[in-house]
Structures are given as C-alpha cells and as structure tokens.
T-cell receptor, first 116, second 114 residues
Framework: GAVVSQHPSWVICKSGTSVKIECRSL??????MFWYRQFPKQSLMLMAT?????????EQGVEKDKFLINHASLTLSTLTVTSAHPEDSSFYIC????????????FGPGTRLTVT | TQLLKQSPQFLSIQEGENLTVYCNSS?????LQWYRQEPGEGPVLLVT?????EVKKLKRLTFQFGDARKDSSLHITAAQPGDTGLYLC??????????????FGQGTILTVHP
C-alpha cells in the first residue's frame, strides 16, 4: 500500500520550454501532496505544498509563476516548470501525505529534469 | 523555524561493523520518520516513531525517539553492502501553519564496503 508514482522519470527539454511532471497516489487519496527539489548528495528541499481544490502554498524563495502546481483531484498533482532554464535542471520529487495521525509522507520515484 | 541536525554527514565502513546516525533538534516533533534513498530514486519510508522514548526494530535496524521527542537515532548492526544509501530523518509538525510538513535533516550518506 501507499504507492506514489511520478511521470516522467526523466525528461530533457530545451531552454525556454515548459515541462509538466505528474504525481499520482495509486492506492490512497491524498488531500495534500508536496513537491521537493534535490541536488546531488543533498537532502530534500521543500518547494511547495499542494492541497486538493485550493492554491498551492510555496516556500520562501520559490517562484510560484515559474513552478505552477495544480492539484485537481485527490490522486493527482502536477508541477509545471515554465520557461525552463539550465539552472532548473534538478531531481524533482513529490510526496503524498497519508491520512492519519503519524504525518507520514510517501514519495514518488522522482523526475530527473535536464534543461539544455 | 524548526531545524533538524543530522550527523554524521558521511559514513564509510566495512561490512559487519555497527553504526549509529543521530538527529537532534531544539524543537519538539509530533512524529519522526526515517527514510532511505538510493541514487536516482525517491526516499523509502523505513519507520515512524511518535511516542517519546519509543524504540522500534526492523531486522538489523533499531530506531529510537528521544523522551522529549526532540531527537532520534538509527542504529544498524552488522552493516551489509545493501545498506548503502542516503539516510534521512524527518520530523513532523503537530499543527499550525506547518501542519503536515516534514522538516528534513541534512542526510547521512552511508557506504558499506564488502
């Protein structure tokens, strides 16, 4: 149980284009999903909290117009990197919060974005 | 702002050795999770502890939550090459604007040599 998928697993795009990454909770409903960015050999950096049916909450320093988040259903959240630049190249990981009192998050496998 | 200090950052040991990873904070957490991550993959949840003083065992891994719920440790007995990876501790917030968020430690890169 508690499986989260991400698509695509890797993507290469040209500078100036937009890329959409999907995050799905496969066997549970998630009213809250999170998007993280991770640099090599480092911990996770929270970018935003995605709540179903409402606007995402972005962490300080994260441009909301550049990283568009949509959480249209209880099992799907999307992150769109708009007008991508090489400095946006990174490993993006989503997680879904499992309902219950333990505050557990289950993570997707990640998406490797390379902007050329 | 809640901070979680994880140590050591890097650990390189021989197969069969024991090790302990620590996570410390000045803040109280409602829960503490430990994750393991392999390169190019997402973190996998190993355990969640919620009660002060709680100890959980998962085969050769022993997890402990401090009495005051501010710190935690992960102890691995007789490490194996398959234990190699990035270990992350994460503290859960009880409420307020941070409800549901996890505060992550800096991570510990463990390498176990055959």
């Amino acid at each position: 149980g508690a499986v989260v998928s991400q698509h695509p697993s890797w993507v290469i795009c040209k500078s100036g284009t937009s890329v959409k990454i999907e995050c799905r909770s496969l066997d549970f409903q998630a009213t809250t999903m999170f998007w993280y960015r991770q640099f090599p050999k480092q911990s996770l950096m929270l970018m935003a909290t995605s709540n179903e049916g409402s606007k995402a909450t972005y962490e300080q320093g994260v441009e909301k117009d550049k990283f568009l988040i949509n959480h249209a259903s209880l099992t799907l959240s999307t992150l769109t990197v708009t007008s991508a630049h090489p400095e946006d190249s990174s490993f993006y990981i989503c997680s879904a919060r499992f309902q219950g009192g333990k505050n557990e998050q289950y993570f997707g496998p990640g998406t490797r974005l390379t902007v050329t | 702002t809640q901070l979680l200090k994880q140590s050591p950052q890097f650990l390189s040991i021989q197969e069969g050795e024991n090790l302990t990873v620590y996570c410390n904070s000045s803040s109280v957490f409602s829960s503490l999770q430990w994750y393991r991550q392999e390169p190019g993959e997402g973190p996998v949840l190993l355990v969640t502890v919620v009660t002060g003083g709680e100890v959980k065992k998962l085969k050769r891994l022993t997890f402990q939550f401090g009495d005051a719920r501010k710190d935690s440790s992960l102890h691995i007995t007789a490490a194996q090459p398959g234990d190699t990876g990035l270990y992350l501790c994460a503290g859960g917030s009880a409420g307020g604007t941070s409800y549901g968020k996890l505060t992550f430690g800096q991570g510990t890169i463990l390498t176990v040599h055959p």
